[in-house]
């Protein structure tokens, strides 16, 4: 069964830096495709970044620049580091496991996790 947790959202100052983490179980994020989306009130989920099994990365057109993903298969989590952030960055961000990269972009599987809050605000 597989089971995601989030952690490191915060209120954060516009221009500030967050780490977001994801553990993991059920499925080794070594050997798969893993990705972070969010989801703004009001708005359709859109993906922030994807990484593929061998490591190559794929970001969002909003956030690229800004936001780094990275997992790690010793923890078997998944990290987002973002910076600069702006509060239209403001939103719920979820981790995503074991989805597919087709043509260098991460498509979503049906394993989402429950989501950590990144509220950016002065």
């Known amino acids: 069964q597989v089971h995601l947790v989030e952690s490191g959202g915060a209120l954060v100052q516009p221009g500030g830096s967050l780490t977001l983490s994801c553990i993991v179980s059920g499925i080794p994020v070594r050997n798969n495709p893993m990705g972070w989306y969010r989801q703004a009130p009001g708005k359709e989920r859109e993906l922030v970044a994807g990484i593929s099994s061998a490591g190559l990365r794929h970001y969002g057109d909003s956030v690229r620049g800004r936001v780094i993903i990275d997992k790690d298969g010793l923890r078997n989590t998944v990290t987002l580091r973002m910076s600069n952030l702006k509060p239209e960055d403001t939103a719920a961000y979820l981790c995503?496991?074991?989805?597919?990269?087709?043509?260098?972009?991460?498509?979503?599987?049906?394993?989402w996790g429950q989501g950590t809050q990144v509220t950016v605000s002065s």
């Open positions: 995503n496991a074991g989805g597919a990269w087709i043509n260098g972009h991460y498509i979503a599987s049906s394993y």
